[in-house]
């Protein structure tokens, strides 16, 4: 760990609320003070094991072009919507509440779009997450 | 208009946001309750703090006036930053959440294994904390200014004070409360004004031209396209890179909670853009003769007195304004405390005392630049901030994240020529004006080739460097790995509990322990233990 110098006391407060938790105790740090130089994210085991990089990677791939397959969609909605306001004069004529029509949808009607895509990509990269811890019990 | 309700509703949001970070305070007892709200912060509470902090002066008070000034253009803003957020979803918040890092720099610090890639990031990160800051204050001066007609300097002072003052008493746990209080509030105080206008214009019909209020060049049809795509594509990206976004996934217990965090947040700020843009419609049918530069982003505060005579129009007015510097304290805030955390963590030893010396001085920073500049258009003084970001702090951010050969000194070099080109471009704008000929669309909008720039430069470098950092398997593994389900977790979380109340003792007494000891139990049990656990069965069974 980080910290090997600190001094512990155990058992340490529990810090969520719960009634009649433990008096909170102060734990001081023997380390001389300095500006951060090490990675705090160090911490860990040393090695990981083939067959941890292999699900890593396989579960990244899958994550990556989910996101890319979701990206790539926005984008081709946004450009659609867009083309559609902005090179359709006609729709100009049509208005309510005195708003033409491509004002409204550009007030509007992008963020019902950003939504379902923020929806469905959760849903999906959930699934994906579901699948291959599957796949890790299975094995 | 009778000056003393705006002071009062002023004094309130005062008032109350001091109350709800001292009551913070009171519940404030670790060190790593000042940096991350201790991971307890329920979905709603934490989507409406991480809404109550984006949105900024720059939409509420901003998109409104662009609106009235140049037209549909400015709907762009929203929907950029609404979509931001859309990107964030998909490439970044799950895994910065398993990541174990509180602020950028500790991201890129523990996925580089590089203390210079670490300090660069850390300076990226106040340039573009401070750079957000300074149209907050602005938006305060004017505001306060116009409703009060109290002096400009008054107002950013007061702001700068409030804020420093209350992150330097909480932390993030008060942060949280008072800014999903915040939240709220600005909702509250746009949309209900426009029910109120929608109620008045309803009853008498509007008998407006829509020619001339809504001119076909002035709406979609007008758009450039080079313009509009660079600027979209450095709004969605640009969210990726703002210091005060990663931080707030921290508050979600596992990756898949930050992700629906994250959804809930985009439904939050939609609808507030929403009411935010129809304010601006309401504004070119109804008062076009406040289509001034300068003068255009105080129309949001100014129209309930128009359109609503008498004390209801004053009350709203007051609601308006007590929205407004929720906006300006809340996106500040959140600000301070991420610039807080980087400078506190790489100045000084990161312990609460300097994390509250560390607020005090990232605050007066940007104030002194507020009282020295005159502010520009609010919503495109945010927006330049999305575009420097985006250049600078997105490619690297992204690709530590998906790309495993991704190396110290391809960061570097990405960050040093995403920042330079994107500030050169951005000071050359204004310097050269149209007399950059065919360029000026270039420097004026440069998101598009510094944000690929700085892509290409990283990737180039990285494959040229061949020294990868030695855990990068192990930092992968940890970012997309999903959390187990509780039922199972909790077989595997016996074994590590021994470890991790140790481990909390000591999380709780130095910022740079609670990253790596609670998030070594938490994130990496989750990710190793499941294939361990299943690999020890097999063998068991063989």
């Not at chain 2, 610090?109 to 401070?130: E, K």
């Not at chain 2, 074994?495 to 998030?519: C, N």
């Amino acid at each position: 760990m980080s910290d090997p110098d600190a001094t512990r006391t155990a058992p340490a407060a529990d810090r969520r609320h719960r009634p009649g938790r433990p008096a909170r105790e102060r734990v001081t740090s023997v380390d001389r003070p300095a500006p951060r130089t090490e990675p705090l994210a160090r911490a860990g085991r040393a090695h990981v094991s083939e067959a941890e990089t292999l699900f890593t990677r396989s579960l990244m791939r899958a994550q990556g072009r989910l996101a890319l397959v979701f990206v790539v969609s926005f984008v081709l909605a946004v450009v659609l919507v867009t083309f559609v306001i902005s090179g359709i004069p006609s729709l100009h004529d049509q208005s309510i509440a005195g708003v033409p029509l491509p004002w409204l949808i550009q007030a509007y009607g992008y963020y019902p779009i950003i939504i379902v895509f923020a929806v469905a990509y959760t849903v999906a990269a959930m699934r994906t997450e579901r699948r291959f811890r599957a796949l890790v019990e299975h094995e | 208009m009778n000056p003393l309700l705006p002071i009062a509703a002023i004094a309130l949001v005062l008032v109350v946001t001091s109350v709800i970070g001292v009551y913070g305070l009171r519940i404030s007892r670790t060190t790593s309750d000042f940096f991350v709200a201790s991971r307890t912060v329920r979905p709603i509470w934490n989507a409406s703090a991480i809404s109550g902090e984006y949105l900024s002066a720059g939409t509420f008070l901003g998109l409104s006036g662009l609106v009235l000034l140049s037209g549909s253009d400015a709907f762009w803003f929203p929907i950029g930053y609404a979509a931001g957020y859309l990107l964030v979803l998909m490439f970044v918040a799950a895994p910065l959440r398993r990541s174990g890092a509180y602020t950028i720099p500790d991201f890129i610090h523990a996925r580089l294994d590089s203390v210079v890639a670490r300090r660069i990031t850390s300076v990226l990160v106040l340039v573009i904390g401070w750079l957000y800051i300074v149209p907050q204050l602005h938006g305060a001066a004017l505001a306060l200014n116009v409703v009060a007609d109290i002096p400009p300097w008054v107002g950013a002072v007061t702001v700068a004070v409030v804020v420093s003052g209350s992150v330097a008493a909480g932390g993030m746990r008060s942060i949280t409360f008072v800014q999903g209080f915040q939240f709220w509030l600005k909702f509250a105080a746009l949309a209900v004004p426009v029910v109120f206008f929608a109620i008045t214009l309803g009853a008498h019909e509007p008998a407006i031209d829509p020619s001339l209020v809504f001119p076909p060049e002035r709406g979609p049809s007008g758009l450039d396209t080079y313009t509009t795509a660079s600027l979209l594509v450095a709004l969605l990206l640009g969210t990726i890179g703002l210091p005060h976004v990663l931080v707030r996934f921290y508050t979600s217990p596992t990756g898949s909670s930050a992700r629906w965090t994250t959804v809930i947040v985009i439904v939050m700020i939609s609808a507030f853009y929403m009411v935010s843009g129809t304010v601006g419609l309401i504004a070119r049918a109804t008062a076009p003769d406040l289509a001034q530069p300068g003068i255009a982003d105080t129309v949001a505060l100014l129209l309930p007195s128009r359109l609503i005579p008498g004390m209801a129009g004053d009350l709203l007015t007051a609601l308006v304004i007590a929205g407004a510097l929720a906006a300006f304290l809340g996106t500040s805030s959140g600000l301070v405390v991420s610039l807080s955390s980087t400078v506190s963590q790489d100045l000084f030893r990161g312990t609460v005392r300097s994390f509250r010396w560390a607020a005090v001085f990232t605050t007066a920073v940007p104030l002194v630049v507020a009282l020295a500049t005159v502010p520009q258009g609010l919503v495109t003084s945010v927006g330049t901030v999305f575009v420097f970001a985006a250049s600078a702090l997105s490619p690297v951010i992204v690709l530590g994240i998906w790309w495993r050969r991704l190396t110290a000194r391809g960061a570097i070099a990405g960050m040093l020529v995403g920042s330079v080109l994107c500030s050169g471009a951005l000071f050359a704008s204004p310097l050269l004006g149209t007399g950059a000929g065919p360029a000026a669309a270039l420097l004026a909008q440069p998101g598009a080739w510094t944000i690929a720039a700085a892509a290409i430069t990283t990737i180039v470098v990285s494959l040229l460097d061949r020294r990868a950092p030695l855990n990068t398997e192990r930092m992968l593994s940890r970012l997309h790995s999903p959390e187990l389900p509780r039922g199972r977790a909790a077989a595997s979380a016996d074994r590590a509990a021994a470890t991790r109340r140790g481990a909390d003792a000591v999380a709780d007494q130095r910022v740079s322990s609670p990253v790596s000891t609670s998030a070594t139990s938490a994130g990496v049990s989750r990710s190793g233990r499941a294939i361990h656990h299943v690999m020890a069965l097999t063998m068991s069974a063989a």
